[in-house]
C-alpha cells in the first residue's frame, strides 16, 4: 500500500495531516536558523562554551517556566497558544535579522533571543502534544506521534544543506529571513486548523484551582504514579548523558575538519534521514513493539552505544554519517512510544500541565549538562587530550590527539553511562508494567457540568422553586471504544 496512502486512511489523520504540513514549516526554518547561528557563533570564539551557552539561554527558560505554562495551557484556548508562542519566535528570528542586515549582531543578542524563544516554547509543546490527543483516535496516537517526529527529522536533512548552501552564496541574514516566512505560513495554517477543546475529567475537577495549585498539579499527578514517574526518571538521567553528547558532536566535528560547515552539514543531515527513516516505519505501521516499554528502553540504550562507536571512536565523515544515521532512527522509537503512553494515560484536560510537568523532570538536569559540556571540554578534556596531554599518553592511540580529541572521549563515555540508564529500565517492575497496571483516559470517569435549560431559568426568573443540578461524575468512557 501507498505510504501516503496509508496514512491519509487512517482514522482521525486527515486534519492532523493539514496541521503536521504547518509545523512542518516553522520547523524547517528554526532548524536552519540553529545549524548557522551554530556556525557562525563557532567561528567567531572557536570555543565549545560558547555554544554550551548559547544552547542553555534557550533551554534554562523553557524548563523553568513548564509548570506555569502547563497551567495556562489547560486553562486558554491551546490554538493561540501555539500561534502566540510562534509569533513571538518570529520576532526573536526578526529581531536577529534586522540587527545582522544593520551590521550590530553580537553573540550575546543570540543568547537574548534563545532565551526570549524558549519561555513561549515552553507553552508551544504542551499546547502542541494536548491538541494532538484530542485530533486523532487512540489507535493512531502512536502513528501521529511518529509523523511529528519524521518532521523534525526531515527538517535536519533539508535545514543543514540548505543554510549551508546559503551561507556559501549568500549570508545568514538571509537564513533569517526564511525563517521568518516559514513561520508566518505556519500560524496562517494554524489559523484554519480546527482543534476540539477537552471534556472535564474527574482529574481535571480534582486539580483546578487557582493558578498556583494547577501548576504544581501535574508534580502530584505524576508523583503519585509511580509507574509514570519511573518512565520519567529514565528520561531524568538519559537526557543528562544526551545533552552531553549531542552539545559535543558539532563543535568537535567542526574542531577536527578546521570549521566545515558542509562536513558538518553533510553528518546532521544523516542523523535527519535516520529519523525520517525510524518516522516513517512507525508512522506507517503505528508501532513496532508489543509493550511500549520495550520501545523506551532499547530506544534509549541503543543511540547511545551508536554514537560512542561511530562518532566518538570514528576520525572520520562516513563514520560519524553512520552514527548519526543509526542514533537518530532508534533514538525516534524512545520519544513515540513515551508519548504514546503519556497520551493515552493522561487525561485530555489536564495534559498540558501534566506533559509540562513531565518534560520539566525529564529534562531537569539538561540545561547545567549543556552548560557544564563546553567548559569541561575546552578546560579538561581538550587540553588532556593534546600532545603530552595527562590523557593522551593512554588514550591517543584509540582518538587521536589534537582539536576534537577530548570531545570525543566525552561522548564515548556519556554513551555508555547513557546506554546503562536505557537498559535499567528492565530491573524495575514498576516501570516495564506501566502500560499495564495504569488505566487508559478513556476509562476514567468523566465530570460533566449539567446547565439549565432555557426553559428552566425562565421558570427560576419568574419565582419557581428549582434546583440547579449539581456537577456529577460518571463511571463512563470519554469516548466509544476503538476496536
Known amino acids: 500500500m501507498n505510504p501516503i496512502r496509508a496514512i491519509n486512511s487512517a482514522p482521525g489523520m486527515r486534519s492532523f495531516l493539514i496541521f503536521w504540513i504547518g509545523q512542518l514549516f516553522s520547523l524547517l526554518g528554526t532548524a536552519m536558523t540553529r545549524f548557522a547561528l551554530t556556525i557562525w557563533v563557532y567561528q ?11 544552547a542553555f539561554c534557550a533551554f534554562a527558560p523553557e524548563i523553568a517556566l513548564s509548570p506555569l505554562a502547563g497551567a495556562l495551557v489547560d486553562r486558554w484556548n491551546r490554538k493561540w497558544m501555539m500561534a502566540i508562542a510562534d509569533l513571538a519566535a518570529g520576532l526573536a528570528t526578526a529581531a536577529l535579522m534586522i540587527l545582522y542586515f544593520t551590521g550590530s549582531l553580537q553573540i550575546w543578542h543570540i543568547y537574548v533571543a534563545g532565551g ?13 502534544s494536548a491538541s494532538v490527543t484530542l485530533m486523532v483516535p487512540k489507535s493512531q496516537y502512536a502513528r501521529a506521534t511518529a509523523l511529528s517526529t519524521l518532521a523534525e527529522s526531515g527538517t535536519y536533512i533539508l535545514a543543514p544543506i540548505l543554510a549551508a548552501a546559503m551561507i556559501g552564496f549568500a549570508s545568514i541574514g538571509w537564513i533569517f ?10 500560524i496562517i495554517i494554524l489559523a484554519f486548523t480546527p482543534i476540539l477543546s477537552p471534556k472535564r475529567s474527574q482529574a481535571g475537577a480534582e486539580g483546578a484551582g487557582s493558578l498556583w495549585k494547577e501548576s504544581w498539579y501535574g508534580f502530584r499527578y505524576i508523583f503519585a504514579n509511580k509507574g509514570l514517574l519511573g518512565l520519567q526518571l529514565i528520561f531524568l538521567f538519559g537526557n543528562l548523558f ?3 553528547s549531542w552539545t559535543l558532536a558539532a563543535p568537535m566535528i567542526l574542531a577536527k575538519t578546521a570549521n566545515s560547515a558542509t562536513t558538518l552539514a553533510v553528518a546532521e543531515s544523516a542523523g535527519g534521514i535516520g529519523g525520517v527513516v525510524g518516522g516513517l516505519v512507525l508512522s506507517i505501521t503505528g508501532g513496532l513493539f508489543r509493550r511500549k516499554t520495550d520501545g523506551i528502553f532499547i530506544g534509549w540504550a541503543l543511540p547511545f552505544l551508536f554514537l560512542a562507536a561511530f562518532v566518538g571512536f570514528g576520525q572520520s565523515l562516513p563514520m560519524w554519517m553512520a552514527g548519526f544515521f543509526l542514533a537518530s532512527s532508534v533514538g525516534s522509537v524512545t520519544y513515540i512510544c513515551n508519548q504514546a503512553i503519556w497520551q493515552s494515560k493522561v487525561p485530555p484536560d489536564i495534559q498540558g500541565r501534566v506533559f509540562s510537568t513531565r518534560r520539566m523532570i525529564a529534562q531537569a538536569v539538561s540545561p547545567l549538562a549543556t552548560l557544564v559540556a563546553g567548559p569541561l571540554a575546552d578546560r579538561v578534556f ?4 593534546k600532545a603530552g596531554g595527562s590523557l593522551s599518553g593512554a588514550l591517543g592511540p584509540i582518538f587521536g590527539t589534537g582539536a ?19 537498559f535499567s529500565g528492565y530491573l524495575f517492575p514498576v516501570v516495564r508494567d506501566v502500560e499495564k497496571n495504569t488505566p487508559d483516559h478513556d476509562t476514567l470517569p468523566v465530570v460533566i457540568e449539567e446547565r439549565w435549560s432555557a426553559e428552566e431559568s425562565k421558570a427560576a426568573e419568574k419565582g419557581a422553586s428549582m434546583t440547579k443540578p449539581e456537577t456529577i461524575a460518571i463511571l463512563a468512557p470519554e469516548n466509544p471504544p476503538i476496536s
Do not use: C, K, Q, R
Not at 382 to 385: G, I, N, Y
Open 44 to 54: 567567531i570564539t572557536g570555543e565549545a562554551t560558547a555554544l554550551s551557552i548559547m
Open 116 to 128: 526570549v524563544a524558549g519561555i513561549f516554547s515552553s507553552f508551544h509543546w504542551p499546547a502542541y
Open 177 to 186: 529571513v526564511v525563517d521568518v516566512t516559514t513561520m508566518s505560513l505556519a
Open 242 to 244: 544526551a545533552s552531553l
Open 382 to 385: 581538550e587540553p588532556a587530550m
Open 404 to 422: 576534537g580529541a577530548g570531545m570525543a572521549v566525552m561522548i564515548v563515555l556519556a554513551g555508555i553511562l547513557g546506554a546503562v540508564v536505557g
